[in-house]
C-alpha cells in the first residue's frame, strides 16, 4: 500500500514540473514587487503599462521568429543590423515616391534576403550559425550606415506611420496588434504544424529527424529567411513610431531577443520550444526596464539588476537546456 502511495506521489511530481513555468512565476513575482514598491510612481497607470507593450513590441516580434531559429538549434545575431537596414530601405522606398505596399514589400525583402544569406551560409558552406550571423551583424550595420551617409530618412506619410507605429485604435495601440497577430500565427506554427514539428525534431536530434525524412537543411533555411522577414517588420514598426529610418535602430536587440526566448523556455541546445514563453520573457525584459527607469537608477546599475534577475530565472529553469 505504502508503495502505491509513494508511486503515485512520485508520479505525481513528475507531472508538475514547476521549472517549466518559471518565466511565469518571475514575471508574476517582478510585476508584484514593482506594483507594490512603484504604485504612487505610475507604475500601474494605464498609459506606463502601454508604453511597456510598445517598447517591447519589436522585440516580441523578432522574438517569436528567434524561437524557431533556435528550436532548430541555430542562432541568429544578425537581427539587429537587419532592423536597421529594413527600416532604411522602407524609408528610402518611400521618400522615392514610391507606394506604400511596395515599401512593406521592399522591407519585408530586405529581412528576408539577410536571412536567405544566413540561411545558405549555414547550410550549405557549413558555417556554423555563430560566425555567419556575427558576420552579417557587421554587414548589415555597415550597410545602413553607408546607404544614407549615417543620415536618417525621414518618412512623411502619414498613413504609412499610422500603421506600422504611431497609431491607436481607440486606447490600443497598433503595435499590440501586430505584436497579437504574430504570436497567434508563430504559436500555431510551432505547436499544429509540420513545419513546426519538424523545426522542434532537427533541433533535437538532427540525424535522427533526417532518417525519418524531415529536410533539415530546408527548415534551416525558413527558419533564417522567417527571422530575416520579422526583423524587417520590427526595422518597419521602429520606422513608423519614429517616423524616420536610421542606422541606429536595432542596436543590442540581438541580445534582449535571444534573453527573452532563453528566458520563456526555449532550450539553447535545441529541440524545445514555446513562443508563448518567449512573449512573457519578452514583456519581463521590458517591464524590468521601465520598473529601473521609474525608480531612478543610472543606465549602468539598470544593466547590474536586469542581468542578475536573467540570471537568476534561466538558472532556476528548465532541466531542458542543459543536455
Known sequence: MQSKVNSAAAGAKRAFDWRKYIVYIAFAAVFIIFSVTLHDQGFLSSMNLMNIIRQTAMISIMAVAMTFVISAAEIDLSVGSTVALASLTTALTLDAGYSLIVAVLVGLATGAAVGFVNGILVTRVAIPSFLVTLGMMGIGRGLAMWITNTAPVPILNDQYNFLFGSGDIGPIPLLLIWTILVVIGGHILLRKTKFGRETLATGGNQNAARFTGVNTAKIKLLVFIG????????????????????????????????????????????GVGTVIGTVIGSLMIGMINNGLIIMGLDVSQQMVIKGLIIILAVAFGRKTMKR
Open 227 to 270: 527571422s530575416g522577414m520579422m526583423a524587417g517588420l520590427a526595422g518597419m514598426l521602429y520606422a513608423g513610431r519614429m517616423q524616420s529610418g536610421r542606422f541606429t535602430f536595432g542596436e543590442g536587440d540581438e541580445l534582449s531577443v535571444i534573453a527573452a526566448v532563453i528566458l520563456g523556455g526555449t532550450s539553447l541546445f535545441g
